[in-house]
DNA sequence: AATTGACAAAATATCCAGATTCTGTCAGTT
DNA sequence: AACTGACAGAATCTGGATATTTTGTCAATT
C-alpha cells in the first residue's frame, strides 16, 4: 500500500506550492511560475517533473485520494460503536480539507476545475472510497452487526453521498462535523437495527 | 394555507412561460420579451405584473416552494412505515423538476441566480421544509413512532441536507428516486430503532 | 544529471468604436 | 382599466488592433 510519503519530496514540494496556489488565486489565475516559486524552483524545472499545470493538478487530486482513502480505511478499522465509527471515519478522511475548499473563494472554480480536467481521478477515488466503505459493512455484516437494507456497494455511494449532502449545506467547519456526528449516529441505529 | 391556484392565472402564465425560457436559455440570455411572447403578452404588460426579471425570478421561486411544500405536507401525512413515508414525501416534494433544473444545460446558472438572487425565497423555503419535517417527526416522537437521536429541528435539517446530496451525484431522475428509497429505508429504520 | 536564462509561439488581457439588443417608461389606443 | 407601440438610455455583443502574460522548449551553465 502506497501512502503519501514515498514520493519525491520534491514533487511533494511542488504539490503543496500549487495547492497553495491554486487556493489562493484559483486554477485558471494560478501560473506556472507561481506554483516553481513556492517551490523553490525555476519555472523550467517545474515541466522535468509535470507536462503541464493539468498534469499538476490531476496528481494533486489523486494524491488528495489517496491519503483520504487511507485516513478512511485506517478510521474504518477503530473498534467502536458502528455509526460512530462510520461518522469519524468520514471526519478523518478530509472532511476538514473539502470544506475549506468548498468555502474557499475559489472553491467554487476549483470543483468545477476537478470535475471537468481531473474526471478520471476523482471518479477513481470516489469509487476508492465507496469500495472501502462497502467492504466495510460486508465485513460487519458477515460478523452480524449491521444488517444491510440492499447491496453493501449500493449503500455505501448513498452514504457517502450522504455525508457530501452535509458538506454543501454546511456553514462552518463546526457545523458539519456536528452535522456528521449526527447523521451517523442515525445511520448507525438504522444499520443496526432488526 | 396558500395553494398555487390561488394566484392570478395570467401571473400563472408569466410564470410558466418564465420557467420555460429560464431553463432553455438560463438566466442570464432570457430576455423580458422573451416571457412576455411565451406569456402571450406584451413587454410593456409584464411591467404591469413584475418589477423586474428578478422580481419574476424571485416569484417563481417562492411558488416553486409553496407547492414543494405543501406536496411534502400532504404525502407526509399518509400511513406508511416511517422510512417509506419520508421518501415517498421527499419524492413527492418536487425531485423530479430539481433534479432536472441540476442536469438542465443552464441548472448550474440557475442554482447560482437562485442563490444570489433569490436568497431569502430560498432560505425561507427550506426553513418552511425543514419545520414542516421537524413537526412531523416531533409528532412521531410523540406517538411512539421514532426515536430522534437530537432535537427534531436538527434531524430534519440533516435529513434535508442527506437527500439534497443524493441529488447532486444523482445521474438520473431513476437514479435518484432509487437513492432516496435505499437512504430513506435506512433513516426510517434508524429513526425507529429501540 | 539537474537546472536555468532566454526565446518564439500561443494565449490572455486591454482598449476602443460601432452595431445591436435590452430595459424601463412614456403617451396614447382599445 | 388593461394593454400596447414607440422611444431614450443603458447594457451587451462584435471585431480588430495592441500590449502583456504565460507557456513549452531550447541550448548553455553549474
Given amino acids: 500500500m502506497k501512502d ?98 468548498l468555502t474557499s473563494p475559489h472553491g467554487h472554480e476549483l470543483l468545477d476545475v476537478k470535475l471537468t480536467n481531473a474526471s478520471e481521478e476523482v471518479e477513481a477515488g470516489e469509487a476508492g472510497l465507496a469500495e472501502v466503505l462497502a467492504e466495510w459493512l460486508d465485513a460487519q455484516a458477515a460478523r452480524g452487526r449491521v444488517t444491510l437494507p440492499g447491496p453493501a456497494r449500493e449503500v455505501a455511494r448513498v452514504c457517502l453521498s450522504t455525508f457530501k449532502g452535509l458538506m454543501k449545506t454546511a456553514e462552518s467547519h463546526e457545523g458539519f462535523v456536528r452535522d456528521v456526528r449526527l447523521m451517523s449516529a442515525l445511520l448507525g441505529d438504522g444499520l443496526t437495527a432488526r
Fill in 4 to 101: 503519501q510519503f514515498d514520493i519525491d519530496p520534491k514533487q511533494m514540494a511542488i504539490l503543496m506550492s500549487a495547492w497553495e496556489a491554486f487556493a489562493a488565486y484559483g486554477f485558471r489565475k494560478t501560473s506556472m511560475d507561481d506554483i516553481a516559486r513556492g517551490a523553490g524552483i525555476s519555472r523550467p524545472a517545474l515541466y522535468l517533473h509535470y507536462k503541464n499545470k493539468e498534469d499538476i493538478f490531476r496528481s494533486l487530486t489523486r494524491h488528495y485520494y489517496e491519503q483520504a482513502t487511507q485516513s478512511f480505511a485506517e478510521a474504518l478499522d477503530r473498534p467502536g460503536a458502528i455509526g460512530e465509527v462510520l461518522g469519524e471515519a468520514y471526519l478523518a478522511k478530509g472532511g476538514e480539507s473539502a470544506v475549506a475548499m
